[in-house]
């Protein structure tokens, strides 16, 4: 299907020294406002409740981001009544100026981009070009979905008709009231993608974003706000994912559920919605995005220095806090030993500290769960194989774990298997290509994989072997690109429902046939 083009956003070149000062400007505009306190909204009214909680910089947990009013069960209830209110109008709304409405957003998002990426940097520890890089892809799916529904009304136009007979014709239309369920990770990016397509396709949300990041998400309402979307479309609920997330999901009202998260509350979510509650009149849609143990295969005969770059990347990038970062580096047994070494030599090259410094290429992990999780993976790691790199952990300021490199692991070790979301690599030795593709897939999972190779043949046989949502050859396996590589993984990496490709928007609508008799 051809899409409207467009340019994805350029990504800010902070080798220029005026670009850094932006930057730095930035943050004096976030430091303004931090401690500030963000009401709920729903229906466009700033609704306060009786219990606040504090957002803090993950670098510096002394520094307090913001303190958020949370939603109960109450608040949750009148949002979807809001919500409801306004989907019998909005749903009727010309797609050209929802598309708009994204359109402008966007250059919202462009003028105030280095106040964004800052506000990413102290509320989600981003280093500057990862900060910079969520900000550009939200901008991205704005643009991109908001051409997309024009896309999708042409199809209006090509009615199956029979001549002089019958006028046919297929049309999509909106679902309801979806409940948005927002991860942290790409606390812009993923929630501005989430969102807009729900909104774009003419349906109305509740919109109950990660704890952790919860000033982001404010702004990303505010930001649709000016951009001139009416009250009651986007109803912003932060609160507990066990209470509020919970009744969302239950709702019999609730006509679809977009979450992004974990395999464990995507396969709740899952279980939940499938319970037909009293009153529901239909079948809840569920657009589910869920964990990965991603990996990179790396073939004998290959450029080590080049494989060991594009691993590294792949799996300190954000602290290894990608879904799709490289967790697993299966390496063919002739290249193993130097492979290592660079990767090694590598890792320890990584300056890590305080992301608001812009030669901090790494920052710390979200909080303190993560922070516990990947410290007793490590240590889980120390005995299932030998740590090369790293190893060392903190939390005396921030939650700060030095990128861990862990070596000569049995595919069949537990950091070969689970997700541990954070800088840590586990690395195994291979007999062949054929065996390097067979532990590949011996995870749950299957969202993104890289396979480093010269052989022409084992290109091929990774494209029709290789059970992964988005395979990359000859590069890292991170930085999907919207538009250009659809995002969703298989298996217990989720729905597969392609975020920032041609079938995204279509998951949040039904299709109608009308048929005329003439
Ligand atoms: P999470 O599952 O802990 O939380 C995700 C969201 O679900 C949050 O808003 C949370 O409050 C909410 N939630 C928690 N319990 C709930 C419940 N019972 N009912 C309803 N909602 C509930 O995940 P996270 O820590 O925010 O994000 C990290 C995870 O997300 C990782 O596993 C990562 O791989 C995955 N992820 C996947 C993709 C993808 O595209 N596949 C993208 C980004 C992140």
Known sequence: MAIYSYKT???????????????????????????????????????????????????NFNEIVGYIHQASIDEAEKAMQAALERFSTWRLTDPQMRADVLFKAASIFRRRKFELNALLTIEAGKPWVEADADVAEAIDFLEYYGRQILELQKIDDKILSRDKMERNEYRYIPLGVGAIITPWNFPIAILTGMSSAAIVSGNTIL???????????????????????????????????????????????TRFISFTGSKEVGISIYEKAAKVQKGQIWLKRVIAEMGGKDAMIIDDGVDVDFAAEEIVKAAFGFSGQKCSACSRAIIHKNIYDELMEKIIEKTEKI???????????????????????????????????????????????????????????????RVMNEEIFGPVLSCCKVESFDEAIKIANSTEYGLTGGVISSSRINLEKAKKEFHVGNMYLNRKCTGAIVGYQPFGGFNMSGTDSKAGGPDYLVLHMQGQSISENF
Request: hydrophobic share 35%; with cysteine; net charge neutral.
């Open 207 to 253: 919109l109950k974003p990660s704890s952790n990041t919860q000033v982001i998400a404010y702004k990303f309402v505010e930001i649709m706000k000016e951009a001139g979307l009416p009250d009651g479309v986007i109803n912003y609920i932060p609160g507990k994912g066990s209470e509020v997330g919970d009744y969302i999901v239950n709702h019999p009202k």
């Open 9 to 59: 956003e350029e990504l800010t070149n902070f080798k220029c020294e005026e670009n850094r000062k932006k930057y730095l400007e930035g943050i004096n505009i976030v430091k303004k406002y931090l401690g500030r306190t963000y009401p709920l909204i729903i229906d466009g009214k700033e609704i306060e409740t009786k219990k606040i909680v504090k957002s803090i910089n993950p670098a």
């Open 351 to 413: 300056d890590m500290g305080d992301p608001l410094e812009y030669n901090n290429q790494m920052g710390p992990v979200i909080d303190k769960a993560a922070f516990d999780k990947i410290s007793e993976y490590i240590n889980i790691g120390k005995k299932e194989g030998k740590i090369v790199a790293g190893g060392q952990f903190d939390d005396i300021r921030g939650y700060f774990i030095r990128p861990t490199v862990i070596a000569d692991l049995s595919f069949k070790a």
